[in-house]
Each structure stands twice: as structure tokens, then as C-alpha cells.
């Protein structure tokens, strides 16, 4: 076994497939290799189900089930795949930090399920597999969530600027990283979900690619005022959310105020519209002086929303993690192998700055090869 040599699983609330890496992390955790990578796709039947899982609806509990063991399988593939990537034997990995699939989130009520079946995990593989990041942190009074912070903090902290991280998958989340002060960080509110839910409405598939249909289309300041007045946007961190509050039917609720004659393509360019308004008025309010911004999730694929970021940010520099060395849509899944290394290590996962936990806490449970 190779000393901090950790595999990182991440599938987000985009639902577009898996994302694994293997990590070589120094001695201090502060910095890391990627050595390898696999990505895989969610199967269009698993992603209906999921979707589904959403909302109430009967045999629950039998279909998550049965949905959990299918996903360990898949997360247990890509390891396996990023370890051949990597070109290292499993046994090397001294753990995976498989983060689950978020089907609900309501840290409201104090809970908060992702659907996972990590023993399956740890005995396809038979190394240690640590999951269920976020019940420690929502049982000690936070949200759960964002639990990336102190990664970006660790990776991306500097002592000269002030930067902010977006990640921008289905969920737009910022990192606040200001010199001297505690890390900050909060959910913003929709990146992708709207804009993959209303691609998937009119075409079938959720990816409007390189965002040329939103691009298409005519912003609706009508409907882009009718969809900021969502109560979410004005409440003040730490705060979280997800798929069950914004979903097509909030969509759908808000569109009676759209003008009659909105074109689908129009709605769309309107939905980039939100996502880059509410992360600019979030990121305005909580940092108004910030120098950077890094991007990551599958939204910093998207040239019309990063070129529309910039625009609204300006001078804020505004461009991808890659640019500092890290691969967009590796960050997320590194941060969960970084956790899994603070979990092994008895060391705090969660920023209480972040969650609003009442302290700092190991997050995750360990499951041994």
C-alpha cells in the first residue's frame, strides 16, 4: 500500500455518470497529484430512477435499495478504472472516499440522504472505503453541505488575494478564501439542474451542449425578476440546497409570469441568466473586493456561461481550475479523497464557518477492506 495514495468517487446532482480519481496527497495534505481519472456514465434507466426518487412515490425504500447497489457497482468501476489509469494495483489505494448520491437534501429538518452502499464498495475492491460525509456535520446542527471549502482551502488558498471557488454542477456552491480570515462558503442556488431539466423537457437529453440553445435564445428580464425573487437568494449562509427546491416544477410554477409569447430557447438563455446573476449577487454580497474567481463542476464547459461570469464579474478575473493545474471535473472527486484522508487521520472535514455546525467534526463513516 502506497502512503497517501487515495481514490476519490463523486456522482453530483447533474446525474450525468461518476467521477473517480486517484490522488497522491504530500505529507501535509496541502497539495496533490492526480494520477488518474475515469469518468462513467450514468445509464439513462439508473438516472430516471434516481430522478424519480426525488419525490415521494410508492416503494420507496425498495427502490433506493436497489438503486444504492447499483450505484456501489458503478463507483466500484470507476476505481477500478482510475486505478489502470493511474497505472496502480487497488491494493495500493490506501482508501476511497465515495461520496453517495444525493437524492434528498433537507437540512431544515435535519436531515439529508445520499444513496450508497459503501460495504459493497469496500468489498468489490477490498480496500477501505469511507462515506457518509454529511450526517455528522447536519447532527452537530449544520447544513451538511458545502463540505468542499476546506479542500479548496487547502488547494487553492493564498496568502496575497482575495479568491473565490465556484463549483458550478447541477448546484452552483462558492468558497470564499480571503487572507487571515475563516473560510466561508455557501450553496448560491441552481448552476446546471434548470438549464439541464428544460434542455431535457423540449430534446430528450439534458445537455444543452457548450450552452448554443441558451446562446439561441433572448434573455426575458420579466422572467429573470420573477425567478430572483425565489426566497432562497436573499437568505442569509450558512445555507444549502438542491434538486428539492429548485426542479422544473419551481420552473414551471415561476413561467406564468414569463410573457406569452417566451420561446422555449428564450426561457433557457434566461436560465443562464439566473444562474450567473445569483452567483454574481451572492459572490457581491459576501465578498465585493474579491480579485479571482476559479470555476470547476461540468458549467466550466460551458463557454456562454463562463464568458457571461466574466462579464458580470468584471474585473474579477474569472477562469477554470485547470488554469491553476487542476482539471474541472476532477476537483469534487480529489475533495472526497481528501476527506477520506482526514477521516482516517481522526482529523475535522467540515468548515463550521461553512455548515454553521457547532464545531469542527471527522465526517464519514469507515467501512475496512
Known amino acids: ?22 490522488a497522491r496527497f504530500s505529507e501535509t495534505g496541502a497539495a496533490c497529484t492526480t494520477l488518474g481519472s475515469a469518468h462513467v456514465a450514468m445509464p439513462a434507466a439508473l438516472r430516471a430512477i434516481l430522478l424519480a426518487l426525488q419525490t415521494s412515490g410508492s416503494d420507496e425504500l425498495a427502490r433506493a435499495a436497489r438503486a444504492s447497489i447499483a450505484l456501489a457497482d458503478l463507483y466500484a468501476v470507476a476505481v477500478i478504472d482510475a486505478t489502470r489509469d493511474a497505472g496502480v494495483p487497488t491494493s495500493d489505494i490506501v482508501a476511497a472516499g465515495v461520496h453517495g448520491q444525493t437524492v434528498r437534501h433537507r437540512p431544515d429538518e435535519h436531515w439529508t440522504i445520499q444513496l ?59 468558497t470564499l478564501l480571503a487572507p487571515g480570515q475563516p473560510v466561508f462558503g455557501f450553496d448560491t442556488g441552481p448552476a446546471n439542474v434548470l438549464l439541464d431539466a428544460w434542455h431535457a423537457k423540449h430534446f430528450g437529453t439534458p ?14 428580464p420579466r422572467l429573470l425578476d420573477a425567478l430572483m425573487r425565489e426566497p432562497y437568494f436573499d ?32 426561457v433557457q438563455a434566461t436560465l443562464l441568466a439566473l444562474t450567473v446573476r445569483s452567483v454574481a449577487e451572492a459572490l457581491r454580497r459576501a465578498m465585493p473586493d474579491v ?33 491553476e493545474g487542476v482539471a474541472v471535473d476532477h476537483v469534487e472527486a480529489l475533495a472526497f479523497a481528501w476527506l477520506a484522508r482526514e477521516a482516517l487521520a481522526g482529523r475535522p472535514g467540515n468548515v463550521a464557518t461553512v455548515t454553521g455546525a457547532q464545531g469542527p467534526r471527522v465526517l464519514g463513516a469507515v467501512y475496512p477492506a
Do not use: Y
Open 1 to 22: 500500500m502506497a502512503a497517501n495514495l487515495f481514490a476519490g468517487v463523486m456522482s453530483g446532482t447533474s446525474l450525468d455518470g461518476i467521477d473517480a480519481v486517484i
Open 116 to 174: 450508497n452502499d459503501p460495504a459493497r464498495v469496500a468489498e468489490r475492491l477490498r480496500i477501505t472505503v469511507v462515506g457518509d460525509f454529511r450526517r455528522r456535520d447536519i447532527a452537530a446542527g449544520g447544513q451538511g453541505a458545502p463540505l468542499v471549502p476546506a479542500f479548496h482551502a487547502s488547494l487553492f488558498g493564498r496568502s496575497d488575494r482575495k479568491r473565490a471557488v465556484l463549483n458550478l454542477g447541477g448546484i452552483a456552491n462558492l
Open 291 to 323: 480579485e479571482d474567481l476559479l470555476v470547476c463542476g461540468g458549467g466550466a464547459h460551458n463557454p456562454a456561461l463562463m464568458k457571461s461570469l466574466a462579464s458580470e464579474l468584471a474585473p474579477c478575473r474569472v477562469r477554470p481550475t485547470s488554469d
Open 207 to 220: 445537455v444543452d451542449v457548450d450552452g448554443r440553445w441558451a446562446a439561441s435564445g433572448t434573455v426575458s
Open 235 to 266: 437568505l442569509r449562509p450558512p445555507k444549502s440546497t438542491g434538486r428539492d427546491l429548485f426542479d422544473l416544477r419551481w420552473l414551471e410554477g415561476r413561467l406564468a409570469s414569463a410573457p406569452d409569447d417566451l420561446a422555449p430557447a428564450d
